[in-house]
């Protein structure tokens, strides 16, 4: 019995000496990133990270979002109801929700000035299709986003995918995130409540352990295969609430431009996948289109993406 509790305590304790070291690891990743903002724009980094601006916390008993505020198009009040154009919806991570970019430079904002229309943005930083099922099914949270009252039906819902959205369907990389466990025998996802002890933002070395299995052992093809799921169950939703007139559109945001072929496949089932290195004529990889940190898009490249993603789409016939 002492045996036991020697090894149980050793355990213990070699789990807290590792997790203090990551968190020390972290600290020094912090501090490295404040140090590049300086070096690139002589600004410090919490001026550049920007998540506060025009944002706002959506709370209910099992989630906590953060968002943009919608991008209400500067003339729109000056319209009457039945001249105004369709709302867009776009959602994903970072990208769309604006890591790094001041309110004015989002994709949502930039999308709004230029179309004319009432973007609401439901990204949020470090999200995957996970958190937007999980709001698509409820619907409460859609109305506290959209009022149903003073909107017309959604017209386009523009989802934004890259790469680093698959491992975040199988565990927690950011945050304590809306979990669903796939029925095989239907390719339904189901809602769970997750044990939060377990999060990856609880324990740092629960979340490097996860990354680590995920990564050696899940394969793109796979994963892109889960995130083919996701999407469906997501326009399932979508038809739901505003019916069968909602397009329902992903942007595959790659660079290295990997053949999607499971997500490009969604186009049997009447989603719109558009290709971003099929739509722009420029390498968005280039440090001229990326912001300071190098990870995420800058204003240059949606002022780029904008004008292209609206002609394909048409969505300025209603100017």
């Known amino acids: 019995m002492k045996k036991i509790l020697f090894v149980i305590c050793i355990l213990f304790c070699t789990f807290f000496l590792v997790e203090r070291i990551l968190r020390h690891i972290e600290r020094v990743q912090c501090n490295n990133i ?10 410090p980094a919490n001026t550049l990270i920007a998540y506060n601006d025009n944002t706002f916390d959506y709370y209910n008993d099992k989630v906590n979002f953060h968002f943009r505020k919608p991008s209400i198009y500067k003339e729109e009040f ?5 001249k105004k154009p369709a709302p867009i919806i776009v959602s994903g991570c970072s990208f769309v929700h604006g890591a790094n970019l001041m309110y004015k430079d989002t994709f949502g904002k930039i999308l709004s000035d230029f179309t004319g229309r009432n973007v609401y943005n439901f990204a949020i930083d470090g999200g995957s299709p996970r958190e937007f099922l999980y709001i698509l099914r409820n619907k409460n949270i859609v109305d506290d986003l959209i009022n149903p009252k003073t909107e017309k ?5 523009i989802y934004v995918f890259i790469p680093d959205q698959l491992p975040r369907l199988y565990c927690n990389l950011y945050k304590i995130s809306p979990a669903f466990k796939l029925n095989k025998k239907n390719n ?7 044990k939060i002890f377990f999060s990856g933002r609880r324990f740092i070395l629960f979340y490097k352990l996860q ?3 995920v990564y050696k052992f899940i394969t793109k093809d796979k994963s892109s295969r889960l995130f083919s799921i996701y999407m469906k169950e997501c326009y399932k939703e979508i038809k739901k609430i505003w019916g069968d007139e909602t397009k329902f559109v992903i942007l595959l945001y790659d660079t290295k431009n990997y053949n999607w072929e499971n997500i490009l496949k969604l186009r049997d089932e009447n989603i719109i996948v558009i290709n971003i290195n099929e ?4 390498d968005l990889s280039q440090p001229e289109y990326m912001s300071w940190d190098d990870l995420h898009p800058n204003r240059k490249a949606w002022d780029v993406i904008v004008p292209a993603l609206s002609k394909r789409l048409s969505l300025n016939e209603s100017r």
């Open 153 to 157: 039906p959604i017209e386009y819902i």
């Open 78 to 82: 000056l319209l009457e109801f039945n």
């Open 279 to 282: 739509l722009v004529n420029v």
């Open 188 to 194: 339904q996802l189901n809602f769970y409540k997750q």
């Open 34 to 43: 404040i140090k590049k903002s300086f070096e690139k724009t002589g600004k």
């Open 211 to 213: 990354t680590f299995f």
